[in-house]
């Protein structure tokens, strides 16, 4: 369920071992990857999002209107003493570009598999491009470029994995994490109640099923990433709820 409905994990389907998909930035910029794992590690096939890199925004504003983005936004306020950032499928970069305007001494580590989207990302960077460095790579398998880090951001993206994927992820995140930093979490939820059942369920199956046909996503269900994170030693600090309780901003800290 990426920046529009489901969240971004990776694009083109790649065979393991396979070079990196080709990157053409724009002038001056160099193109980095995080270290890959082993190819006997790395997954047959990922969901392909660059088809819809152009129309990600519209999408969005589309189906959910301003709330997506004001969902993404709402702990904003609280990075603006974070210098070191792992940004996991922003897809077209729009909360990268809100982070840089908050906090233009940030430098940001921008990880995706989709070409398209990181150019996408790039350009909304704009004066403050030069803070982000761009990982084409599987965040699944990939490991960190330079840790620590004192913000990872998850937007729309654990919810595009499985109950496994995101444990693994959680534990090797957690331990990039430095430990005052913080984990910011965008994710779609549902909850309790008449809502939950009759309006929050099938929005997000409709979902599912909608990326599994555009991009080939597999996942089909919600990963209860919250139990994954306490058991990787986070703790939950804020929570905000949007629509009702059918999206849900976190901001989590390594437990003290």
């Not at 989709?114 to 761009?134: D, I």
Request: proline share 6%; aromatic share 8%; with cysteine.
């Amino acid at each position: 369920m990426n920046n529009s409905s489901l969240p971004l994990l990776s694009s083109k389907t790649q065979k393991p071992g396979a070079p990196e998909p080709a990157l053409s930035l724009p002038k001056g910029l160099a193109f980095e990857t995080w270290d890959r794992a082993s190819p006997s590690t790395a997954r047959a096939s990922v969901p392909n999002f660059d088809r819809l890199a152009r129309v990600y925004r519209w999408m969005e504003l589309l189906t959910f209107g301003p709330w997506l983005e004001r969902c993404r936004c709402a702990f904003l306020g609280d990075l603006t003493g974070c210098r070191r950032a792992a940004v996991l499928g922003d897809g077209d970069g729009r909360f990268t570009a809100q982070l840089l305007r908050a906090n233009s001494m940030i430098e940001i580590d921008a990880v995706d598999l989709s070409a398209a989207m990181l150019r996408t990302l790039l350009r909304r960077a704009g004066q403050n491009v030069a803070h982000v460095h761009v990982h084409c790579a599987d965040a699944r398998t990939g490991q960190p470029a330079k840790p620590p880090y004192d913000l990872v951001v998850t937007h729309f993206f654990l919810d595009c994995l499985t109950e496994d994927e995101v444990r693994s992820l959680a534990d090797r995140l957690r331990e990039i994490l430095s430990p005052s930093g913080l984990w910011l979490v965008s994710e779609f939820a549902i909850p309790e109640g008449a809502f939950g059942r009759w309006v929050a369920r099938p929005v997000v199956w409709l979902l599912y099923r909608a990326f599994g046909l555009l991009t080939g996503l597999a996942v089909r269900k919600l990963p209860d990433y919250a139990s994954a994170l306490r058991a990787a030693g986070c703790t939950l600090r804020k929570r905000r709820s949007f629509l009702r309780g059918l999206l849900a901003a976190e901001l989590w800290s390594p437990a003290q």
